[in-house]
């Protein structure tokens, strides 16, 4: 599996956008891209997943280096609701499990 | 459509009993997920089954613990004899396809075990 690295924590102030990077370097080509984020005491949660496109959903948009080696995910207005651990996970095709790191602490100031 | 359900939300047992597990997938999903978070840890991968299979359990402990997943009803994620160090959440996930990269995970509410 790809290893990934994000920061520990981020603060945003509410309704102002929050890019949060998430380096792999070791991705292989045919890796996916997923961002899932876990609110307090609540199961994970998908958020968006890409492979080489910039994507957009309802919930964020998945900003995609070139390179594939690093990705961000944006929230274009962070809400008190969007504080969470935020998880970057390359998957492959043939990957069963999502490996869970350390993710990135979000908190949302009011 | 409702989502993953999980049951019990909250389960306390005494070390040495057993502790049962339900999960009911999304419907129409035949691929169920089960993972743990241990207090103050990320979320571990421990079993991957289909419908009356186990495809992989490369991350459920070598004793103590079973899964299943049969034609009818919920996945079971059984633990036998109870130590304080089962004590953790365990969340169970479900996907419409096998686990290509592509796909989502629909993840349940969790079960918080607490052993005394």
């Known amino acids: 599996d790809a290893k990934t690295t994000q920061p520990n924590s981020m603060e945003s102030n509410e309704e102002e956008p929050v890019h949060l990077p998430c380096n792999h370097s070791?991705?292989?080509?045919?890796?996916?891209i997923h961002w899932y984020r876990q609110l307090p005491s609540q199961g994970p949660e998908y958020v968006i997943h890409g492979l080489t496109s910039n994507v957009n959903n309802r919930m964020a948009s998945l900003a995609i280096a070139e390179d594939r080696k690093s990705s961000t995910l944006i929230l274009h207005r962070a809400t008190l609701r969007d504080a969470a651990v935020y998880y970057c996970?390359?998957?492959?095709?043939?990957?069963?499990?999502?490996?869970f790191g350390g993710g990135t602490r979000l908190m949302v100031k009011p | 459509n409702a989502g993953v359900m999980q049951n019990p939300r909250h389960l306390v047992r005494r070390r040495g009993q057993e502790a049962r597990l339900r999960c009911s997938p999304m419907k129409g999903h035949s691929h169920v997920y089960w993972y743990r978070q241990l207090p103050e840890e990320g979320l571990k991968f421990m079993v991957y089954l289909q419908k009356e299979n186990i495809i992989d359990e490369s991350g459920m402990p070598k004793e103590r613990f079973s899964a299943e997943f049969p034609k009818e009803g919920p996945s079971i994620l059984r633990i036998q004899q109870v130590v304080r160090g089962d004590s953790a959440a365990y969340f169970c996930a479900s996907s419409p396809l096998g686990m290509a990269g592509y796909n989502e995970q629909f993840f349940g509410p969790g079960t918080r075990l607490t052993v005394l």
């Open positions: 070791t991705i292989s080509g045919t890796d996916y």
């Open positions: 996970i390359p998957l492959g095709n043939a990957g069963n499990m999502l490996t």
